[in-house]
């Protein structure tokens, strides 16, 4: 999902952790979403309407009596042109209004109007954000279908400690993200393979690849903000990612297996991404190998699971099973053939001696092949390849649905 040309309206409050959206506000700037901003009279004793007018290029909107400008009523010019309201911080104070219908100022007023996707990013000192009226005043948002982000516990403004935070501005783009993205995967659950797996020789050696686990989290995060409940069962890789997000973290391709086995059958969408070691060490060694027996040293290798086509020979008629294909030539043959070997609904086939594709990029290559259809992609982020992949994925169910 992309934040470009989004009108993105953006409510500050009278709280300590104004400051913190100057920098939500660049944030939003860099994506190239429009932002326009309305400030309570309280939040302009924490930073100055010239700040954020700068930073977001747009006038700030102070007053619902201010009409100098135009013969607008602003809280519904305002509402028409935004196509999400976001208030960060919200105060116990406004939380409290909206929650009681109050509208006395130009954002209360706004709120009220807004007919689009809300979210409230409450940042308050933990006494008053664990207030039971203000707890009432939350759980009645949500109740009514507004968003609100939960804060952050830590070191608060006030010095303690405690829950109240203002939360990473990241998270709130991804929240953003999320609720502007087309909601085609609700309802489904959707189970993820991501990453390398380590094979070992002894405790401390292993057998790996050059895996990022990029593609696995970009395909959890992108199916997340459509919609869907995601399970992610993850090789060891060095990736934050949401906290909606399931993670299983496994090492060997005979955890992820194991792990696959006992999760498959809940899940609507099976899509094995990992790049899963074919062979393990025959004979793991239980103490490390000293350097003196290395000289004689064989690595015998034996097979590791087939994972997805464990998951392709048992799966439901309910199910979809999506594999990935790293090749080194003939691409769309191999794969092809990877198709109905392993009786998958789709393959995400890449060149992996391609410039930009495959292992620890940010890019890919792909080409995605169903038995009925070939699409083809030139150099995409992990992002874009992860989008193009669920498009395929609703395109798809759609056309099985009709069969
Ligand atoms: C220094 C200072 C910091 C404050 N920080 C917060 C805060 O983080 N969260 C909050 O809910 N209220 C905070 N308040 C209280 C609000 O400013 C106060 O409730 C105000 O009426 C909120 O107005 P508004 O919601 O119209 O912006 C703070 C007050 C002061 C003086």
């Given at each position: 999902?992309?934040?470009k040309?989004k009108?993105?309206?953006?409510?500050?409050?009278?709280?300590i952790?104004?400051?913190?959206v100057?920098?939500?506000?660049?944030?939003l700037?860099?994506?190239?979403?429009n932002v326009?901003?309305?400030?309570?009279?309280?939040?302009?004793?924490?930073?100055?309407?010239?700040?954020?007018q700068?930073l977001?290029?747009?006038r700030v909107?102070l007053?619902?009596?201010?009409?100098e400008?135009?013969?607008?009523?602003?809280?519904?010019?305002?509402?028409n042109?935004?196509?999400i309201l976001?208030?960060?911080?919200?105060?116990?104070?406004i939380?409290?209004?909206?929650a009681n219908?109050?509208?006395d100022?130009?954002?209360?007023?706004?709120?009220?109007?807004?007919?689009?996707p809300?979210?409230v990013?409450?940042?308050?000192n933990s006494?008053?954000f664990?207030?039971?009226?203000v707890?009432?005043?939350?759980?009645?948002?949500?109740?009514?279908?507004?968003?609100?982000?939960?804060p952050?516990?830590?070191?608060?403004?006030?010095g303690?400690?405690g829950?109240?935070?203002?939360?990473e501005n990241?998270?709130i783009i991804i929240?953003?993200?999320?609720?502007?993205?087309?909601?085609d995967?609700e309802?489904k659950?959707?189970l993820i393979t991501?990453g390398?797996?380590?094979?070992y020789?002894?405790p401390?050696?292993?057998?790996?690849?050059?895996?990022?686990?990029k593609?696995?989290?970009a395909l959890?995060?992108e199916?997340?903000k459509r919609?869907?409940k995601?399970?992610?069962?993850?090789?060891p890789?060095n990736?934050?990612t949401?906290?909606?997000?399931?993670i299983i973290?496994?090492e060997?391709?005979s955890?992820?297996?194991d792990?696959v086995?006992?999760?498959?059958?809940?899940?609507d969408i099976?899509?094995?991404s990992?790049a899963?070691?074919d062979?393990r060490?025959?004979?793991?060694k239980?103490s490390?190998?000293?350097?003196?027996?290395?000289?004689?040293?064989?690595?015998?290798?034996e097979?590791?699971?087939?994972?997805?086509?464990?998951?392709?020979?048992t799966?439901k008629d309910w199910?979809i099973?999506?594999?990935?294909?790293?090749?080194?030539?003939?691409?769309?043959?191999?794969?092809?053939?990877?198709?109905?070997?392993k009786?998958?609904?789709?393959?995400?086939?890449?060149n992996v001696l391609?410039?930009?594709a495959?292992?620890?990029?940010d890019?890919?290559?792909?080409?995605?092949i169903?038995?009925?259809k070939?699409?083809?992609?030139?150099?995409?982020?992990?992002?874009?390849?992860?989008?193009?992949?669920f498009?395929?994925?609703?395109?798809?169910?759609?056309?099985?649905e009709?069969r």
């Amino acid at each position: 999902m992309s934040l470009k040309n989004k009108n993105v309206l953006i409510g500050i409050c009278g709280g300590i952790a104004a400051y913190k959206v100057c920098e939500l506000i660049r944030l939003l700037r860099k994506l190239e979403a429009n932002v326009k901003i309305i400030m309570t009279q309280n939040a302009q004793k924490f930073i100055t309407p010239l700040t954020v007018q700068t930073l977001s290029q747009n006038r700030v909107y102070l007053d619902t009596f201010e009409s100098e400008y135009s013969y607008d009523i602003e809280h519904i010019s305002l509402t028409n042109w935004a196509d999400i309201l976001i208030v960060a911080p919200a105060t116990a104070n406004i939380i409290g209004k909206f929650a009681n219908g109050i509208a006395d100022d130009l954002l209360s007023t706004t709120f009220l109007a807004f007919n689009k996707p809300i979210l409230v990013v409450p940042a308050m000192n933990s006494n008053m954000f664990e207030n039971r009226i203000v707890q009432a005043n939350i759980q009645k948002l949500k109740q009514m279908g507004i968003n609100v982000l939960e804060p952050d516990a830590g070191l608060l403004a006030c010095g303690v400690y405690g829950k109240g935070r203002y939360p990473e501005n990241q998270k709130i783009i991804i929240e953003i993200e999320r609720l502007l993205e087309k909601k085609d995967l609700e309802g489904k659950s959707i189970l993820i393979t991501a990453g390398p797996t380590r094979e070992y020789l002894d405790p401390v050696r292993f057998i790996s690849n050059r895996s990022s686990g990029k593609m696995g989290f970009a395909l959890a995060e992108e199916a997340y903000k459509r919609g869907a409940k995601v399970t992610l069962i993850s090789g060891p890789v060095n990736i934050q990612t949401y906290a909606d997000i399931k993670i299983i973290n496994v090492e060997t391709a005979s955890q992820m297996y194991d792990e696959v086995k006992k999760m498959k059958d809940e899940h609507d969408i099976l899509i094995f991404s990992a790049a899963v070691a074919d062979f393990r060490p025959k004979n793991f060694k239980e103490s490390k190998i000293k350097k003196d027996q290395w000289q004689n040293l064989h690595i015998e290798l034996e097979k590791n699971p087939d994972i997805l086509k464990y998951a392709g020979e048992t799966k439901k008629d309910w199910q979809i099973v999506v594999g990935f294909s790293a090749e080194t030539e003939n691409v769309v043959e191999n794969s092809q053939k990877k198709l109905y070997e392993k009786n998958a609904d789709l393959i995400v086939a890449n060149n992996v001696l391609q410039e930009g594709a495959g292992f620890d990029v940010d890019t890919n290559i792909v080409t995605l092949i169903s038995k009925d259809k070939i699409l083809e992609f030139s150099k995409l982020t992990k992002r874009e390849v992860a989008s193009k992949i669920f498009d395929f994925i609703v395109d798809y169910l759609c056309r099985k649905e009709q069969r």
